[in-house]
């Protein structure tokens, strides 16, 4: 376990210096943007006047260095900011506050995320249970009739952009069947009930793209871990197929499905846009692209210190995972 | 970056390439795979439209940009005149609501875009991420840490944030297609280059390399001689399956408001306008969503069979004269 | 008398492959009586495995076509049920397979594993009872503090000791047979020795029948009361083990026998007294980070003179590979001193080249034979192409290969074939000194000698020295001129091979040169009653 | 045209009781008085914040009148219209029962100078006496000289010129009365102290989701204009307006009592409506002064030249940009610079008759006498966002309509930050762009004077007298109509100065944008004034 510690501290360091070069990225890339984010926050009928006193107020008027360190320091000690009348603290993890409505970032995010985390959690439970049960499904029935259908039906899932499949799924089971309503984010703080009947659409729009990857790999996952010697060993020793299936070779050849949902799970915590967009849930990916057209900085540095910290986290996680659940992968 | 996951995923890359066909096993052992083949079939057949599309669009005597006022019912909020979207002997796939312009030529044009994308961008991610992949395997640890650290950087990089901006940045006056297909390349290469890498390390410890470094080869015959030929297994795979994905993330973009420029048509952009029509008229919708499904389609099924094909197990393996004592160590 | 244990008559087995069906065994018949022990050996592909596993028809669903009949312990295994054919595997007939690292899950303890096993058979048992049961026939097989190391993964145990959890699993059930395909392939002489003792009492104590299937004599001879030869999937030869190892009839027999190497026949060879080549002095590799770093060689010292062959032997993992790379420059030493009087250092030392342990990995899949042996001559960038394309088409034929198979590639070799082109590559830049690494481990007997053969008049014509590094004690006396015996890294006995072989000095030599299986099966029976002995007086 | 304006109020007696939803798009990020720019008051904040003057809340023409709130009458001026007075009702209470003053208002309309309250409108600044120079109230203690407040009751405004309109502004939130020992700064907005019919119980996720509930300390005796008929109000914002509309037309459970402010029909939704006599008789339409246009910066070649720019109004499609837009009902065919509407002086001309589809032969023949017989080349700069008024479907339109007349249309498309910035700056101003604008207040004066006053062009700001005209006959003529306060008799001098303007083709006028919008079943009362072309929400009721 000393190893695996000494692993996971590694890697930690590796994330934290990623998300330090992402920030960097993102300010350096602000720096050739065109636009003027004071503009922006001012309004379009701000006189000149106005515009240099709200720059001067949102700090835009220091050097870009001195910007960045402003950032760095609140990040790691916080910062305060003047209310007018008196000053609002923000604590250590301090992403800064939003050039466009003066919110703290860090409260923004904790916003958006509940509405991402429902829509990639659900999503996730369901392309396991579809894309591993089917990719079990077609591994089993191996070279036959069934596995051909099933693989040209989650080739299909594969190859259609998610806003395709969402389109066509409202289509069906809106306008056409009228099962479902039309989706419309309900926290679930506020309604368990409406909360799971509104991102049914979208969970599903996701998990039918997401199982399709899911079955490929948990059938060639499969067929390697059916073709292994271990799993001959128990059939030769007269262990029920079902048995020798569900507990000696799926055991095995979940370790890649669980480090691609580690995976999946951390860019999706990023936001998934194009989902978010089309049924206008309001999650981290929606706000990304928002404050991007309104060059909120700050925010778009939090989003995307939000999203590269999930995806580092779930990489590391992912490689963990991998370790733990198969010792024989020599920690590198 | 989900496909090279999958592929990149440790264990998945520890195939050795043993038996691995030539190309001209390949060619054979893909003939008999009949989706790879009706795969090769569509995707052949797409890019004979898009080459010849003004022809087609002469033959059927339309502009894609032309506007037809009289086609549309202005009053209905622009849905074409006709049913099924405006179909007619003069518009043989019907026409955009809104505008008239004539769907059929403007889906053969925009064959040219989505397919031109997806290829070209394809080709850069491709050499970037070989490059790269290459370079971390055979590097030393500070390169290999480097340029891995970077490959992270660029997976965790949000693609849409930094291709909006970065199409922000860019002069209006540059190619938009040029622009999508360096922005796409530029953002996409890190599955590649991790699948690289991975492969590379593994090649890397295998006899012959240590063979071909004792008859006296420097890094770089190495990589071109023994390593390259290895790695274009996994490389054309895993490229099969990036031509999709980056033909969908054009039409993504373009959902978005930042793909081609009008009145450029692309399968993409089409697509997107199309979703607000989705009830109005769905032929609009359900055009461009096809054409896009059996390309991705196609190149899926493509890139399967040449996984398929190239798979070791697929042959008949020499496994029994590695027998002996192979695999004693604990 | 009750029927035979196992009744096999006129089987056939057929694969279909992509280019036809490939006859794997071809109207084979025998039986072996309750309680008798038969060894199945023959060459690689010969048939053994797809015989042994016909024996409890793990062929089902994979498509192969089994002819003839096959009743094992009063089950018809081609044509019983799914429910009668599950009660037989493991309940009647058990496996032991080849590689007992691959035959247990991973995932699973090992006390898990044997557990889930025997309540399969024993549907009645409690979850207890099961783990208590395994843990019972884990010590049963030598498994020091079973109760604790039940709970341990496959990859916590040892080779040996993953040989005999895969045992205990077979006793679990109380099997009246035994099939064990190649159960000491995988393992150290030292190692194989105690397996075979230990398969030896069970059958003592349970009075089960054993079917041993090898492809290596030596551990028939100790183990089994009567021997099948195959080839090409037919019976060639059948008969007490006695008989067919000390008398065989066929000619095929003969050969096979002749070609196992021998301890005691060693030619004579001239005393090396050429010139040094390679001086190692305390020599050292350490692997691994701060905290894991293990030492895999650890101060070794050697000479290699011109004309000398260096025989290297030593169990696995001891650093022989190691220590070989480091002599042709593959490896950096971590530390210690390594001295090539008259060639450059660093890899691509044209003087010193090496032959690799590995034939399916030591050649390039996607490049014809040809090329990668002129790689090293196009490097050197000396010759035109012309003379090149001769000089490789010589060295073909030199190793014995057909010059024409220049543009064909390795899988389209065999074993044997491939090897002699990594020679043929080695040779190529003109070595002084060829490392080979273990270059026959992986082949037949027969190609094994060939290869062999192939090395000496090499060393005869060119004056090439050797360091032949082999895990074989008897392969390594037919070659060596000097002997080093390796253990953990280093030296523990270095002199000149009829002096080690002879009058061993180290203790682990000893117990090394003891545990080397031999061909007179009473020879045999009297070591292992040797080695009892031993144990008994030391334990 | 305005005679098909405004929506009866639908059947039923309107009661009091329930509650109302509000289904938006844009969270109410700003809900602070001083930060918002909307019109009229806008229409939830207008349900907390009073303010001296508000519009009439009435269907159509009639609802682009001002009317007095908080104040006894819209104002008294004096003779050159430089100094406005307002005095208080009696009765008038903030949601803790204090008692409003004439102090609050001032304070509200101070904090409107501070910077780290940007984004109201920015007219105060420049009518004000001192507004310039002044820099709010936590910078500057002081105060505003120009703001008097001789009693609670009364407050007098000095402008450094006349202002015939300010009666007009003083709609705006700015004029809402802010407590000054309520006053929290930038957190105001989370709980802004109401002076309205309705008071703000939540506001969740920065203005996400508001619940309102009734201000019991409001006097209805006082507020002539609001109905407040339900109980509470709740506003859930952040929703796609695919989201919206679909809810709004299937209506079920709390949908039927529910509208949106912000969410137009888009044409495919509309196509579908029309079909449907239930849906389509929830439909209020409604017309917000808004003009989309082409503008031309004659300073740039060879716009310079009045020729090329006729020859160009005259081969516009309208008809192809009116469909670019989502067809007849969702836009209307504009030759006219002004909305076509009364309050804004509306006087008919079509300076440039390209019939419905363009005249090419006479764009042709004009292009020829300006020396461009083989056709010319220009580039049209853009909005790249699809669905903008501004946005790439008229653009391509304009470029297809105006190929028929030899004219060469490059397009550049631009992200809007870019886009804008790119426009509005006086050195960056392409020659030949898409623009639009829309009234601040129902009136000719911010219309026209922004744009063609050579007095607001803006050097080193955002400019939006695009044509750059500095014509002292214009600039005369605005300051004239300013000096009235006879709002009817500005309004026909309006519509002459925009008539002079226009023939000298510096714009071209496109279209007048129409809102159309759904509400749901049980929603009654439904009023839509020209002033914000929306559906009222003070004036519904769900019961
Ligand atoms: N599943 C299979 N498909 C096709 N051919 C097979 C298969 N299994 C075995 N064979 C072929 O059948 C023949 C006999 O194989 P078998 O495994 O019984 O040999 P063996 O004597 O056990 O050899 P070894 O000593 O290498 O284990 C070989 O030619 C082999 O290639
Ligand atoms: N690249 C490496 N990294 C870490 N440890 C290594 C490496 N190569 C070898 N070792 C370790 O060094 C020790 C000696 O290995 P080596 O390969 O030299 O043994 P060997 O005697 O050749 O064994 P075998 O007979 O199995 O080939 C082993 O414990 C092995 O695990
Ligand atoms: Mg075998
Ligand atoms: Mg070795
Ligand atoms: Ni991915």
Redesign the pocket.
């Known amino acids: 376990m000393t190893l695996l510690t000494r692993f996971a501290l590694r890697r930690l360091l590796a994330a934290l210096l990623v998300l330090l070069v992402l920030s960097i990225a993102v300010y350096a890339l602000f720096y050739v943007l065109p636009g003027d984010p004071a503009r922006l926050a001012c309004g379009p009928k701000c006189t000149a006047d106005q515009v240099a006193q709200v720059r001067t107020q949102l700090g835009l008027d220091d050097p870009a260095l001195a910007q960045y360190a402003h950032f760095l320091h609140g990040l790691f000690a916080g910062t305060d900011i003047s209310t007018g009348v008196g000053t609002e603290h923000c604590g250590a993890p301090c992403l800064g506050f939003s050039y466009q409505n003066g919110e703290q970032v860090t409260s923004l995010l904790a916003q958006r995320l509940p509405a991402t985390a429902s829509l990639s959690l659900g999503a996730m439970a369901l392309w396991l249970v579809i894309g591993v049960g089917t990719g079990v499904l077609s591994a089993l029935r191996h070279g036959g009739i069934t596995e051909r259908l099933l693989t040209a039906v989650t080739l299909a899932g594969n190859a259609v952009p998610v806003f395709i499949i969402g389109i066509l799924l409202m289509l069906l089971f809106v306008s056409v069947l009228g099962w479902l309503p039309f989706p419309s984010y309900v926290p679930l703080t506020e309604d368990p009930e409406q909360w799971a009947w509104n991102l049914v659409l979208p969970w599903l729009s996701l998990a039918i793209l997401e199982s399709a990857k899911y079955a490929r790999l948990t059938r060639s996952s499969m067929l390697d871990t059916l073709s292994e010697d271990h799993v001959r060993t128990f059939r030769a020793y007269g262990v029920r197929e079902r048995s020798v299936i569900g507990r000696h070779a799926l055991r095995g050849a979940l370790p890649p499905v669980i480090a691609l949902t580690a995976l999946d799970l951390g860019t999706m915590f990023g936001g998934a846009v194009l989902t978010e967009s089309l049924f206008g849930i309001p999650g981290l990916g929606k706000s990304l692209v928002d404050s991007v057209r309104t060059e909120d900085l700050p925010v778009v540095v939090g989003l995307v210190l939000v999203t590269g910290f999930f995806v580092v986290l779930a990489n590391a996680v992912a490689d963990v995972l991998y370790a733990v659940a198969d010792r024989r992968v020599v920690l590198a | 970056m989900t496909t090279s996951d999958v592929l990149a995923a440790p264990g998945a890359a520890s195939d050795t390439p043993e038996a691995a066909p030539g190309a001209r096993q390949l060619w054979r052992r893909l003939r008999a795979q009949r989706a790879a083949l009706a795969g090769v079939a569509v995707i052949v057949l797409l890019v004979l439209v898009a080459l010849a599309a003004p022809l087609l669009a002469a033959l059927e005597g339309q502009d894609p940009d032309a506007y037809h006022a009289s086609a549309v019912d202005s009053a209905l909020g622009g849905v074409p005149v006709g049913s099924f979207g405006g179909v007619s002997a003069d518009h043989w796939l019907g026409v955009e609501p809104g505008t008239g312009r004539d769907l059929f030529a403007r889906l053969v044009y925009g064959a040219r875009i989505s397919l031109g994308i997806g290829l070209a961008a394809t080709v850069v991610q491709v050499v970037l991420g070989v490059a790269v992949g290459l370079a971390a395997g055979l590097g030393n640890r500070f390169l290999d840490n480097l340029l891995s650290r970077t490959t992270d950087v660029m997976l965790a990089l949000p693609t849409l944030v930094f291709a909006i901006a970065l199409l922000a940045i860019v002069p209006a006056g540059f190619p938009r297609p040029v622009l999508l297909v360096l922005v796409l390349g530029l953002l996409g290469w890190g599955g590649t280059s991790r699948i690289v890498r991975a492969q590379t390390l593994s090649l890397k ?1 295998l006899d012959y390399v240590a063979a071909a470094r004792l008859g006296g080869a420097g890094r770089w015959r190495i990589a071109r001689r023994e390593l390259l030929p290895s790695l274009a297994a996994p490389v054309v795979t895993y490229s099969a399956l990036l031509v999709p994905s980056n033909i969908a993330s054009e039409a993504g973009l373009s959902f978005l408001g930042i793909g081609v420029k009008p009145p450029t048509p692309s399968w993409g952009q089409m697509l997107s306008s199309a979703t607000t029509w989705y009830q109005a008229d769905p032929t609009y919708v359900l055009l461009p969503a096809g054409l896009i499904f059996v390309t991705v389609l196609a190149f899926t099924a493509l890139g399967d069979g040449v996984r398929t094909a190239l798979d070791p197990r697929a042959g008949t393996r020499l496994r029994a004269v590695a027998r002996g ?1 192979k695999g ?3 | 008398m009750t029927s035979p244990l196992i009744e096999v008559e006129d089987l056939t087995i057929d694969f279909p492959t992509g280019t036809g069906t490939v006859r794997a065994v071809d109207g084979l018949s025998f039986s072996v009586e309750q309680g008798g022990a038969l060894g199945v050996v023959g060459e690689s592909g010969s048939g053994k495995s797809a015989t042994a596993f016909a024996l409890l028809g793990l062929h089902r669903g994979s498509g192969a076509r089994i002819g003839g009949s096959v009743r094992v312990a009063g089950v018809d295994v081609l044509t019983a049920g799914e429910r009668e054919l599950r009660g037989l595997r493991g309940g009647l007939a058990a496996m032991v397979f080849q590689d007992p690292l691959s035959s247990l899950d991973p995932y699973f303890a090992i006390g898990d594993q044997i557990a889930e096993v025997y309540r399969v058979h024993h549907p009645k048992a409690s979850r207890r009872a099961a783990r208590g049961r395994a843990v019972e026939v884990l010590d049963r097989v030598g498994i020091a503090d079973a109760p604790r190391r039940a709970r341990f993964r496959p990859h916590e145990f040892s080779g040996g000791m993953r040989q005999r959890a895969l045992i205990a699993m077979a006793l679990a059930c109380e099997p009246r047979l035994l099939v064990a395909d190649e159960p000491t392939t995988a393992l ?1 002489v030292t190692v194989q020795a105690q397996i075979l003792d230990l398969l030896g009492e069970l059958r003592q104590e349970t009075g089960m029948g054993l079917l041993l299937v090898t492809h290596d004599l030596g551990v028939v001879a100790g183990s089994v009361d009567e021997v099948l030869v195959m080839k090409d999937g037919r019976a060639v030869e059948r008969g007490p083990v006695g008989t067919v190892l000390g008398a065989p009839r066929q000619p095929y027999t003969r050969d096979l026998v002749a070609a196992v190497p021998r301890l005691g026949t060693a030619e004579p060879r001239g005393a090396a007294t050429g010139e040094v080549l390679l001086e190692a002095v305390g020599v050292r ?1 350490e ?2 980070r701060r905290g894991t770093r ?4 650890d101060g070794v010292s050697l000479t290699v003179r011109a004309g000398e062959t260096l025989g290297v032997v ?12 480091m002599l042709v420059g593959l ?1 950096e030493p971590t530390g210690g001193e390594l001295r090539r009087p008259g060639a450059r250092s660093g890899a691509g030392t044209p003087g010193l080249q090496m032959v690799f ?1 590995d034939p399916v990995s030591s050649l390039n899949p996607r490049r014809s034979i040809g090329e990668s042996i002129a790689d090293p001559l196009r490097t050197a960038g000396v010759l035109d192409d012309a003379a090149i394309v001769a000089r490789v088409r010589e060295l073909l034929e030199r190793v014995g290969l057909d010059p024409d198979w220049y543009h064909r590639y390795p899988h389209e070799f065999s074993g044997g074939q491939r090897q002699r082109v990594g020679i043929a590559r080695a040779l190529a830049p003109e070595p002084r000194l060829i490392v080979c ?2 270059p026959v ?1 992986a082949l037949d007997v027969t190609t094994q000698a060939q290869v062999i053969r192939l090395l000496g008049e090499l060393q005869r014509e060119l004056g090439l020295a050797l360091v032949f ?1 082999a ?1 074989d004690l008897a392969v390594v006396r037919q070659v060596s001129d000097n002997v080093a015996v ?1 253990r953990a ?1 280093r030296i523990v006995e270095y002199g000149p091979a009829g002096r080690v072989y002879e009058a061993p000095e180290h203790e682990y030599t000893k117990g090394l040169l003891a545990a080397v299986p031999v061909l007179d099966p009473d020879e045999s029976a009297a070591r292992r009653a040797a080695r009892r002995r031993a144990l008994a007086t030391t334990g | 045209g305005p005679e098909d304006s405004g929506a009866k109020a639908a059947g039923g007696k309107p009661a009091k009781g329930g509650t109302l939803y509000v289904l938006n798009q844009s969270p109410q990020e700003d809900f602070d008085p001083a930060r918002l720019y909307t019109s009229g008051g806008g229409n939830v904040p207008g349900l907390v914040f009073r303010t001296l003057t508000t519009r009439n809340r009435e269907n159509g023409a009639d609802g682009s009148k001002v009317v007095p709130d908080l104040a006894t009458d819209t104002g008294t001026p004096n003779k050159d219209a430089t100094v406005w007075t307002y005095h208080l009702k009696d009765g008038l209470k903030y949601e803790d029962g204090s008692a409003i003053t004439t102090a609050d208002i001032k304070y509200g309309i101070e904090r409107s100078f501070a910077a780290e309250l940007s984004g109201g409108a920015p007219y105060l600044r420049d009518w004000l006496t001192g507004g310039k120079e002044y820099q709010g109230p936590y910078k500057d203690k002081g105060g505003l000289a120009s703001i008097e407040t001789p009693d609670a009751k009364t407050i007098v405004f000095h402008l450094n010129k006349p202002e015939g309109d300010f009666p007009l502004l003083a709609t705006q939130t700015s004029f809402a009365p802010v407590p000054k020992a309520k006053d929290t700064g930038t957190k105001y907005e989370n709980h802004p102290v109401s002076s309205g019919p309705y008071k703000v119980v939540a506001n969740e996720n920065d203005g996400e989701h508001l619940v309102l509930e009734r201000n019991t300390h409001w006097d209805a005796k006082t507020d002539e204009e609001r109905k407040a008929y339900p109980d509470r109000i709740d506003v859930r914002s952040g929703l796609d307006a695919a989201v919206i509309n679909q809810r709004l037309s299937s209506g079920s459970g709390k949908d039927a009592a529910a509208v949106t402010t912000d969410t137009n029909l888009t044409a495919a939704e509309l196509a579908k409506i029309t079909g449907d006599k239930e849906l389509a008789g929830r439909v209020g339409t409604g017309h917000f002064g808004y003009t989309d246009y082409i503008s031309f910066n004659p300073k740039v070649k060879p716009f310079d030249d009045p020729k090329v720019r006729q020859a160009i109004s005259y081969a516009v499609d309208r008809s192809t940009v009116v469909n670019a837009l989502g067809g007849s009902s969702l836009a209307e065919p504009a030759t006219t610079f002004l909305p076509a509407q009364e309050s804004f002086g509306y006087t008919p001309y079509d300076a440039f008759p390209a019939g419905k589809s363009g005249d090419a032969a006479k764009a042709k023949e004009l292009l020829k006498e300006a020396g461009y017989p083989k056709g010319l080349t220009v580039t049209l700069t853009h909005d790249s966002s699809g669905g903008d008024e501004q946005g790439p479907e008229v653009a391509t339109a304009l470029q297809d309509a105006l190929k028929k007349a030899g004219i060469t249309v490059k397009l550049e498309g631009l992200e809007s930050s870019a886009y804008s910035e790119k426009i509005h700056g006086v050195k960056t101003e392409p020659g030949f762009f898409l623009a639009g604008w829309g009234a601040d207040w129902p009136s000719g004066g911010p219309f026209l004077a922004p744009i063609f006053d050579g007095r607001q062009i803006v050097q080193d700001g955002y400019n939006f007298n695009n044509a750059q005209l500095d014509d002292p006959a214009v600039n005369k003529e605005i300051d004239e109509i300013n000096k009235l306060t006879d709002l009817k008799a500005a309004a026909v001098r309006w519509g002459a100065l925009d008539k002079k303007i226009g023939e000298q083709a510096l714009t071209v006028p496109l279209v007048h944008p129409v809102y159309k919008r759904l509400y749901g079943k049980d929603v009654k009362n439904v009023v839509i004034s020209d002033w914000t072309g929306v559906l009222d929400v003070a004036q519904v009721s769900v019961k």
């Open positions: 410890s004592r004693a160590r604990p | 150290d590799r692997f691994g293990v030492a895999a060689v030593g169990e696995s993992g001891s650093g022989k590979t190691t220590l070989g790379r490896l342990q690494d273990e481990s590094i895990h390796m890294g």
